[in-house]
């Protein structure tokens, strides 16, 4: 599965080395060279890492970076800040707003391609964690008021989504059991109602999950998100 990183630079010959090296490795590299318009973007779209320059205008990389840290789907991804200045108050400053990394200008590209490939380790690791894998399996609900069976649409180390509510709302509990292909026994996690959608589909996060189930997902997300 392809990773996406946001790169964000004003300088193009440092946004051109970055894309083009990325692109190299097998990323995916939304290049910008404007904060503005990647402040619009961290809260549309699924991001696996960003590069953020600390001296971009309008909205300075610091900014920019604790955004990303406060944003819906992007608070945990790996961030590494490109600065000309790699003084210790520079750097300072850059872990106290979020990054995980400080890389100085200019860039070494020996440098950026060792931290490119260790990046990556973490990266999968998150995106384990929010991809939704399509599948269809019966699932097993029981409410205080209610039990039903449902089909699922699809599921994620978070939580599952679910063809019918049964008549559950928006912040009711359900315990539920299904299975997994390939996956021996039954999951039996304790869960509660986070989004109605149309058709009546609910989206049900995972509050309670055992070592066993953990597991479970775990091999099944694994088995077919391959690092």
């Not at 083009?20 to 619009?40: I, R």
């Not at 600065?83 to 860039?107: C, H, N, Y």
């Not at 292909?181 to 609910?202: M, Y």
């Amino acid at each position: 599965m392809v990773m996406k990183i946001l790169v964000v630079d004003n300088d193009p010959d440092a946004l051109k080395v970055v894309k083009d090296l990325a692109e190299s490795l097998g990323y995916e590299a939304v290049a910008l060279n404007s904060s503005l318009k990647a402040a619009e973007l961290i809260n549309l779209q699924k991001l696996d890492g960003a590069f953020i320059n600390a001296s971009t205008p309008y909205m300075d990389g610091f900014v920019l970076v604790r955004l990303l840290r406060y944003s819906t789907s992007n608070t945990a991804v790996p961030i590494v800040m490109l600065s000309e200045f790699g003084d210790a108050q520079a750097m300072r400053k850059a872990f106290e707003a979020g990054v995980t990394f400080f890389l100085s200008k200019p860039i070494d590209t020996k440098k950026l391609r060792a931290l490119l490939n260790g990046m990556r380790g973490q990266m999968l690791k998150d995106k384990r964690t929010y991809v939704r894998l399509p599948v269809r399996t019966i699932v097993n609900c029981s409410a205080m008021t209610t039990q039903f069976k449902s089909l699922s649409v699809n599921v994620s180390r978070r939580g599952i989504l679910l063809e019918t509510s049964g008549g559950l709302d928006v912040g009711q509990q359900a315990a539920l059991q299904f299975t997994l292909p390939d996956i021996e026994g039954h999951l039996t996690p304790g869960a509660i109602v986070v989004r109605k959608e149309p058709s009546d589909r609910i989206a049900a996060e995972f509050k309670v999950l055992g070592p066993q189930d953990n597991r479970a997902l775990e091999n099944f997300i694994t088995g077919v998100v391959k690092g």
